[in-house]
């Protein structure tokens, strides 16, 4: 069966420090890969999405970027955090081609402080 | 991206009540889903509907699929405490490319013991 890990759960960063969350998948090959913001008690935000090695899409303008060093492994990254970067940040995967919804990981709670 | 109009926002309820909430758009979509996220937590697929009309249960939860392919609802009956969470309807369309699902806003449910 499939799996998505997330982590790490929760994470507390300074204004100005650097950021990265990792996202992997197991039990399928060549998923698509994405990652969502939630903002407290909000929707959800496409951030960006992959469907293979370093072919990332970017869907909104902001101070993070997305890699996708291996198959099944997604990374969400920033040089500098803004106070505004603080959410709940979600990794999701579907399988390639037609596909009936995205499967999510648990969630990195980020506090900018 | 598509937009999906999902209502109510929240809802408090007393345990024991129905619930019903709806999502709109003014896209058809192939394909309407519904998800639960309980707090802290990542979404989880509850229900999938593949066919205009459809009608689908999974156990106190009751979803149909639009006859204009527009519109979805979900009903929970008899709720309990554990109802508690955000539900997200989600529209997916039968394209390539890997961004392909849209959510609506959420219906945040709170139900009073």
């Known amino acids: 069966s499939q799996t998505i890990h997330q982590w790490p759960a929760t994470l507390v960063q300074p204004v100005g420090s650097p950021l990265s969350l990792e996202c992997t998948v197991e039990g399928t090959s060549n998923p698509n890969l994405y990652w969502y913001r939630q903002a407290a008690g909000r929707g959800l935000q496409l951030l960006f999405y992959s469907i293979g090695i370093d072919q990332i899409s970017s869907e909104v303008p902001q101070n993070l970027s997305a890699s996708r060093p291996q198959d099944r492994q997604f990374i969400l990254s920033s040089k500098k955090l803004l106070l505004s970067d603080s959410g709940f940040y979600l990794c999701?995967?579907?399988?390639?081609?037609?596909?009936?919804?995205?499967?999510f990981g648990s969630g990195t709670r980020l506090t900018v402080v | 991206g598509q937009q999906l109009n999902q209502s109510p926002q929240s809802m408090f309820i007393q345990e024991g009540e129905d619930v019903s909430m709806n999502c709109t758009s003014s896209s058809i979509f192939n394909t309407w889903l519904w998800y639960k996220q309980d707090p802290g937590e990542g979404p989880v697929l509850l229900i999938a509907?593949?066919?205009?009309?459809e009608l689908t249960s999974n156990g106190r939860l009751t979803a149909q699929f639009g006859i204009t392919r527009k519109d979805s609802f979900l009903n929970i009956s008899a709720s309990i405490p554990s109802d508690v969470g955000i539900y997200f309807c989600a529209g997916q369309l039968y394209q390539t490319g890997a961004n392909n699902l849209f959510f609506g806003t959420g219906t945040r449910l709170t139900v009073i013991p």
């Open positions: 999701a995967w579907s399988r390639a081609g037609l596909v009936y919804g995205y499967t």
């Open positions: 509907l593949y066919k205009a009309g």
